[in-house]
């Protein structure tokens, strides 16, 4: 089946676009075999069970969030932008504003660590 025209899908991003409530009903059934076969290439020696639960939160009609984004308390060292920007095993990568230390906050700091963690990508 394919996606409505203009239809965004996200696990956890704010957009202004359109949400798919058809998306929000089949999220688990969609994701858990790609999590499942996902885990279990790095946990090879246990078994990955199937999700009990899910959350699929709704950034663009939670009127408390409205355009939320990271800041680092006061006396604070922004070294959790660089621990939020590890990758795990060389195989999933973060990228946002939250893991760009010297852009934090903005757009252009999400695009930056855009390009940085898909060069990376690019070197396999």
Known sequence: EEPPEN??????????GREDCR???GVASRLSPFLILFYDSFYLTQEVPDPTKYFVTRWS???WIQMAYSFVKTGGS???????????????F????????HFPQTVTG??????????????F
Do not use: M
């Open 7 to 16: 239809c965004c899908f996200r696990i956890n991003s704010f957009s202004r």
């Open 23 to 25: 998306f929000t009903l």
């Open 61 to 63: 009609s939670d009127p």
């Open 78 to 92: 922004g070294e959790a932008y660089d621990i939020i920007a590890e990758e795990i095993q060389g195989a999933v």
């Open 94 to 101: 973060f990228a946002g504003e939250a893991t760009n230390r």
């Open 110 to 123: 999400a695009y930056l660590s855009g390009v940085r963690e898909a060069s990376k990508i690019a070197a």
